[in-house]
């Protein structure tokens, strides 16, 4: 429909003296009168209106049915989002809401002034919200925390260091050499009882050496020369529930890193050189152990035989730095790790111990139970369950389109600004503030859903 001016004619009977039009030039010649047209317009509005929601409940579906099939994803994946900056974003929109319905009113009553401060107030709300979300998006991309095969995160949804397959992230390196062709690390990925060596034990019993090196890297990525660096040897405090007391941590130190997706799971073996224990793999395949075994049986001409292939869990080394910076490209880490000590000798469980009996005193206590608090720092602190991507390509799905749509209502607003300023709008003219503002009332409300269905997960 066109928005310019109409002038009277009197050709044909088509012009506004002609059907009784006495108020703004605006009225459509095809319209008996101006409600005629607000009407009609009204109608397509709503229409419009009808479709998007639409548009956006097949989403909401696809969210609905992931969530019900892959409660765990959700749970560890929102922690991921700032709920301070949605929250600011609802505030925003609720208020650019109440300030589009208080435009349409200022049309109504012919107040110029207060209508052009609502809609610049609609305006800015708009880039508020738009801005808050560029922060968002940008610590994202960042922390490569994007949506299908793109998600590699540096970090855990509690803020713990990751290996990635990028491995360059800020604040921490890895000892992860990964084969994009191949879809496996080439090196740095250990077996884990080479790194927790006694499983009874709390905590990690690693016995490895660490140190940077500088490599040079020819056209097809294979390494052609290699340096030694300074060695790391202070390790990383482990992990903690928070009712026990941290460590001070000192930087640079290193920590084993699990991260399923980056070290997969694998099959390795082991043999003895003297005393000490060496280990092979993971290999992807037990075949592909199988034939590595048998070459290095062949290589042992005294002492045992290798071990069997064993199927095993992979971990990585992961160097922290203690800052927010990038390291230069040529820098790797090297990690060695030693194979687990020999077995402990076990003791005769039905002889008797001693026990010392002291009056007034218990003589078992019970274990500590976790709280749901420790329960939920413990599970941020791991690596990402499986398919957690698929959240965040729902989470991108919805926000950047809901995103789509505010940028649009921005340029409407703009528009309807500078006609507003012009003086076209009227008591009995005023359908493009009204059209925007319900336009707006859909977009606010579809905000008001995500908000809650993506941050606040519990």
């Known amino acids: 429909m066109s928005e310019k001016p109409h002038p009277p004619s009197d050709e044909h009977g088509h012009g506004h003296e002609a059907h009784g039009h006495h108020g703004s030039v605006f009225i459509q010649h095809h319209y008996d009168d101006a409600q005629h047209q607000f009407d009609s317009g009204k109608l397509g509005i709503w229409l419009f209106l009808a479709q998007e929601v639409l548009f956006f409940s097949a989403l909401f579906v696809a969210y609905i049915l992931y969530r019900h099939h892959h409660p765990e994803i959700y749970s560890y994946a929102h922690k991921y989002l700032d709920v301070k900056y949605g929250a600011i974003n609802t505030a925003v929109l609720i208020f650019s809401s109440l300030t589009a319905a208080w435009a349409v009113r200022a049309a109504q009553l012919r107040q110029q002034k207060l209508l052009i401060a609502c809609l610049a107030a609609t305006i800015g709300c708009a880039l508020a919200f738009l801005g808050i979300k560029y922060i968002e998006y940008n610590h994202k991309v960042h922390e490569h925390i994007l949506f299908g095969r793109y998600f590699d995160p540096c970090v ?67 390494v052609t020369s290699e340096v030694a660096g300074r060695a790391i040897t202070e390790q990383c405090p482990e992990w903690r529930p928070s009712s026990q007391p941290q460590q ?121 139970k976790e709280t749901k608090h420790d329960a939920h720092e413990r599970e941020a602190a791991g690596p990402p369950p499986e398919h957690t991507n698929m959240f965040f390509t729902i989470y991108f799905a919805m926000t950047g389109l809901h995103g789509i749509h505010v940028l649009f209502g921005v340029f409407v607003f703009i528009w309807l600004l500078i006609r507003a300023i012009k003086g076209h709008f009227t008591p009995d003219y005023f359908g493009p503030v009204d059209f925007a503002a319900l336009y707006w009332h859909i977009v606010d409300l579809i905000w008001i859903f995500l908000f809650p269905l993506l941050y606040l997960i519990h």
Do not use: M
Request: hydrophobic residues 30%.
């Open 156 to 222: 855990s949804s509690g803020n713990r260091p990751l290996l990635t397959k990028n491995n360059k992230c800020a604040g921490h390196e890895s000892s992860v050499v990964w084969n994009a062709g191949t879809a496996r690390a080439d090196a740095g990925c250990f077996p884990d009882y080479a790194i927790d060596q006694d499983v009874k034990r709390d905590g990690v019993q690693a016995s490895c050496s660490v140190a940077e090196t500088k490599v040079t890297v020819d056209k097809s990525g294979k």
């Open 248 to 368: 001070k941590t000192t930087y640079p130190c290193w920590r084993p890193g699990y991260q399923p997706a980056v070290c997969k799971v694998g099959y390795s073996f082991t043999w003895l050189e003297g005393e000490a224990a060496k280990f092979a793999g993971p290999f992807l395949s037990e075949d592909e152990c199988k034939k590595e075994q048998k070459k290095k049986a062949g290589e042992i001409k005294d002492g045992p035989a290798p071990t069997a292939c064993t199927r095993s869990g992979s971990v990585g080394v992961i160097v922290e730095y203690g800052d927010h910076g990038t390291r230069p490209a040529d820098l790797r880490i090297k990690a060695e790790c030693k194979g687990p000590p020999p077995p402990p000798v076990v003791e005769d469980l039905f002889a008797d111990k001693p026990q010392r009996i002291e009056l007034g005193k218990p003589i078992a206590t019970g274990a500590a």
